[in-house]
């Protein structure tokens, strides 16, 4: 049975999350008693949430009473997975288990956030994450479980995710209403504008967000579903960076750059805080407009240019042939700074109020080391999202996608030649591109909780022809606090 293996926690993470819980509880009631003795009008009155159309008024466990200045909420995500035996002939260290296997992993996380004024405000996100992915999420590139950690060497104590300063500049006195959420706590912003963030946030919170495929809380959970799997974008093995942001947004459009650090090694903890020889730039043009009928659809352009301590394949595998190592070893250099470049594109197309049709390609050069997210060099996907308004299920969620994934020919040398990567290494490889089918299905179940199932079909795991196909169903439940 999935999930049936799941550790206990420990006792310093226990404590830490309950009294969390409880101070949301604590806040969320006491702000729901104050409103009796507060202004119903002005800027200081707190704001509820107003009913559903389907009578349910919550959609988060506790009533959150919206006031201006301060945002306290937390989110806790479970995903449990199994798949069964799979053909495999032979394997490597890095290789998937052929053998049947389970694996639960879980998300915590504590939003919390003060706007000092009409234009400044600061955000601080805790997380503790734990769990385990399926084979310690080795041996697949577009890798079943967004929320694991790579790292299971990792201590399992809470940390600070995010910690940024938001900063807004005016470039105009036109107003429009903005989206209040635990990354932004402003109510209304101006239509022209800049934006400045600046601190530890992830990459992958700005950039390449896509409305149908971004959430593995309530949406898909593979890696290269949720995200551009080409986008080897600036991270530590926990999908956090050090930063600075800046977006212009305009009526129909937003342009947005952030200049990032990039881990001391692939996959690495450790940030290198030096930018003359370790750095990332990524730029995205937003646009939005009709295409099809009467529904806006939005197209994203996406750059980025990776400066680290990254091999290069073609000189590994050159290592190996003429006799300098046993094997290919992408780590076998000085240390020196090289360049990764690459390209995305991501839209979105709502067809209507309840379904609509998404989708991403990327591309990087592939010449050197995947150093930060997966090792993925090409890249598309092409899927469908839908919420449940058409059944009268307006907060059900439900998605079917396709997504297929490659590398470049010196990447693909490397590992038939017995290279491992921080990912991938089955100690040969017949090459076949990885392609992916996942659905899921999620389900409003009562105010904030929300359980769901999918289902993912990979192919080539690994780009290997000679394993595979790996089935693996999901549970997950997901509760909005």
């Known amino acids: ?159 600070i995710a995010r910690l940024m300063w938001h900063q807004i500049i005016p470039l105009g006195h036109k107003k429009v209403a903005a989206n209040r959420n635990p990354f932004n706590l402003f109510r209304e912003l101006p239509e ?15 950039f390449d967000v896509n409305t149908f495929g971004s959430d593995t809380n309530l949406q898909f959970m593979n890696w290269t579903v949720d995200n551009n799997g080409a986008y080897d974008y600036a991270a530590d093995t926990r999908g956090f960076t050090f930063a600075a942001l800046l977006e212009y947004h305009a009526p129909h459009m937003v342009v947005r750059f952030a200049e990032g650090l990039m881990p001391k090694v692939a996959n690495g903890i450790n940030l290198d805080a030096d930018m003359s020889r370790a750095r990332a730039e990524n730029i995205e043009v937003e646009l939005d407009g009709r295409v099809l009928g009467e529904n806006p659809g939005i197209v994203r352009f996406l750059s980025y240019v990776n400066h680290a301590n990254m091999g290069i394949y073609g000189q590994a595998v050159d290592n190996f042939l003429t006799g300098r190592t046993p094997t290919p070893e992408i780590t076998n250099h000085p240390l020196w700074t090289t360049v990764k470049y690459g390209f995305g594109i991501n839209f979105e197309q709502p067809f209507n109020d309840w379904i609509g049709l998404f989708g991403r390609w990327g591309w990087n050069e592939g ?73 899921y299905y999620t389900l409003h179940l009562w105010r904030g909780i929300f359980p769901a199932a999918g289902l993912q079909y990979l192919v080539n795991p690994g780009y290997n022809r000679d394993r595979g196909p790996v089935i693996v169903p999901t549970l997950r439940l997901n509760l909005e606090l």
């Open 1 to 159: 049975m999935i999930g049936m293996r799941a550790k206990r926690w420990g006792s310093r993470q226990t404590a830490f999350w309950l009294v969390a819980v409880v101070c949301v509880w604590l806040l969320c009631s006491a702000s729901a008693l104050a409103q009796d003795n507060v202004p119903t009008e002005g800027p200081g009155a707190p704001q509820s949430q107003p009913p559903t159309p389907d009578g349910d008024p919550l959609t988060t466990m506790f009533h959150h009473a919206e006031w201006d200045h301060w945002w306290l909420s937390g989110q806790a995500n479970f995903i449990s997975q199994y798949h069964p035996t799979f053909t495999s002939p032979y394997q490597g260290k890095n290789s998937l288990s052929p053998q049947a296997q389970d694996a639960s992993s879980r998300v915590l996380t504590l939003f919390t956030g003060w706007r000092a004024t009409s234009t400044t405000e600061f955000l601080c996100d805790v997380q503790e994450t734990g769990g385990h992915g399926l084979g310690e999420a080795l041996g697949v590139a577009g890798f079943f479980n967004l929320d694991v950690v790579r790292n299971p060497t990792l201590s399992k104590a809470p940390y």
């Open 192 to 206: 022209h504008r800049m934006e400045l963030r600046f601190g530890k946030f992830s990459m992958a919170d700005f």
């Open 367 to 439: 010449q050197h080391e995947s150093f930060a997210y997966t090792e993925v060099d090409q890249t598309w996907q092409l899927g469908v999202g839908a919420n449940g308004t058409r059944w009268r299920r307006r907060y059900d969620r439900a998605g079917l996608v396709f997504v297929s994934n490659g590398i470049s020919k010196d990447h693909q040398k490397y590992l038939a030649f017995g290279g491992y990567g921080f990912l991938l290494g089955d100690g040969k490889l017949n090459y076949g591109r990885e392609n992916i089918i996942e659905s």
